[in-house]
């Protein structure tokens, strides 16, 4: 009875800690829903709410669970409701809780074991690295609107470094976790159809029309940067700092003709050594959502103890694919008459799935290892039942039996589910439009139908006007803001 009473508390316990994480997807349905109706400022409580319970969950000190992804969206859904104070620092939050990530040992003894035993949303979500180069980006465009154009400076700088730290960081987090998942499994003795393994981890999927920047390459920092580097008081480093930005940003998005524009402008003005243009106005478009992730499951074919595995239950293992959303409305822009149509500068979908991508190999090692350690111990657990089924006999020794059978298929099921944690409410792309600021200062926006007016102040003196707009779908309220930066 001893050796029941083990067996049905290793059962009990892995039930619970896998059944305790509710996902990241149903968690948030009901913010992503409020956002994409427009409701921007009920989403913002909403994303607090949340917040809020994850901050009771976790020790001040510690990297929470879920509290860096609820950060960023409470960080984006603030944006879009135009509390800008707010969200700057929500998002100085989540930059700190990057910091305690990259401080704190990604395997850990406990955490590492609780993750390969039930699923890995019992590790702390520590965030990709399109994560911190947005999180700085937006940083950077809530200076922009708080009028602070040196922190804003120093924001899309950060969002570079990122960008350029990417690659070597994230190279190294994979062939780590590959590795580790590979001992864990080993070292019990477990082992897998390399072939099979290898082919799933070509399965994620991708956009059809996806455009290639590569890995880590995101164009928006350098767009901004440019942008920025224009704007205000400038030196004639600004100038040629504005100048390499734009030539990089064209390199990724050769086809944007304003980006070519503002690359001539920058050139002409750094070889006059003053800024050449007249007052300008920068349209930002952050359109459509952001791919979400979707859980896909399949059987493993596990070549380990072939007498023992009608022990085993059901193995498999639960994968995250992506989903992609609708592509957001089609955005002009009009100015004294001429019309100004948005382009692309950024597609967040492709940066987003060119990452999920890469750490596929990673993800499936590591589901695959899981599988086969929850597989060895169901086959454990259900041999000891056996004994003590048959040691007993009768029927406390068929119920002894049953509940074995049932406790560990139950387990099974329980704790074979994918990490769909993802930030939610960034967009599918970024878009702009450039054009000289009307004498009338009235900017006319027409998203699929809805129009706004925008009513910009004097554009006496060196000044450049930003119009920062959010739409999450076709039939989504936009979110529309406009700054003013510069001498006057």
């Known amino acids: 009875m001893q050796r029941l009473a083990c067996t049905i508390f290793c059962v009990t316990a892995v039930v619970l800690v896998g059944c305790s994480t509710q996902s990241h997807t149903d968690r948030t349905s009901g913010l992503v829903s409020l956002f994409v109706e427009g409701r921007y400022n009920a989403a913002a409580s909403e994303a607090g709410g949340l917040a809020e319970e994850s901050d009771r969950r976790t020790n001040s000190d510690r990297l929470p669970r879920d509290g860096l992804v609820i950060r960023l969206e409470q960080g984006a859904a603030l944006r879009a409701a135009g509390l800008i104070d707010e969200s700057t620092r929500v998002f100085r939050r989540a930059d700190r809780l990057f910091q305690i990530a990259d401080e704190t040992p990604k395997v850990q003894l406990g955490s590492e074991t609780t993750a390969l035993w039930t699923n890995p949303t019992a590790l702390a979500y520590r965030g990709t690295q399109y994560d911190r180069v947005l999180v700085a980006t937006m940083q950077a465009m809530n200076q922009i609107e708080l009028g602070d154009l040196e922190l804003a ?11 350029r730290d990417a690659k070597d960081k994230f190279e190294a987090d994979i062939e780590r976790d590959r590795r580790e998942a590979d001992r864990a499994v080993r070292s019990r003795g477990g082992d897998v159809d390399e072939a099979w393994a290898s082919s799933l981890r070509r399965t994620s999927g991708r956009p059809v029309d996806a455009i290639d920047y590569g890995v880590f390459a995101n164009p928006l920092p350098d767009v901004l940067a440019g942008m920025l580097f224009l704007a205000g008081e400038t030196t004639r480093g600004d100038l040629e700092r504005a100048v390499v930005a734009f030539r990089r940003a064209q390199a990724l998005e050769p086809g944007n003709t304003y980006l070519a524009e503002l690359y001539d402008l920058a050139e002409a003005s750094a070889n006059a050594g003053t800024f050449v243009g007249e007052p300008r106005v920068h349209v930002i478009y952050a359109a459509g959502m952001a791919p979400t992730r979707l859980e896909w499951r399949i059987d493993v074919p596990l070549y380990i103890f072939p007498g023992d595995i009608g022990r085993a239950g059901a193995p498999g293992i639960a994968l995250p694919q992506l ?22 500068v950024a597609s967040i979908e492709r940066v987003v799935t060119a990452e999920f991508d ?47 059978r049932i406790g560990t298929s139950v387990a099974q099921v329980a704790t074979n589910a994918a990490d769909l944690r993802t930030w939610r409410l960034i967009p599918a792309r970024y878009e702009i439009a450039s054009f000289p600021a009307p004498a009338d200062g009235s900017v006319q926006l027409n998203l699929g139908g809805r129009s706004v007016t925008v009513e910009l102040p004097s554009s006496d003196g060196r000044v450049t006007h930003f119009i920062f707009v959010r739409q999450p779908t076709p039939g989504s309220p936009p979110s529309v803001r406009a700054a003013t930066v510069g001498v006057r």
């Open 153 to 163: 400076r120093v924001f899309i700088r950060d969002a570079g470094r990122r960008l």
């Open 323 to 344: 989903a992609y959303g609708p592509p957001g409305a089609v955005l002009t822009a009009s100015a004294s008459g001429e019309p100004f149509p948005t382009q692309r």
């Open 358 to 404: 890469a750490a596929y190999d990673g993800v499936v090692s590591r589901a695959v290892a899981s599988a086969i350690i929850r597989t060895l111990a169901a086959i454990a657990v259900n041999t000891a039942t056996d004994r003590a089924a048959d040691e007993v006999g009768g029927p406390e020794g068929l119920l002894i039996f049953l509940l074995g």
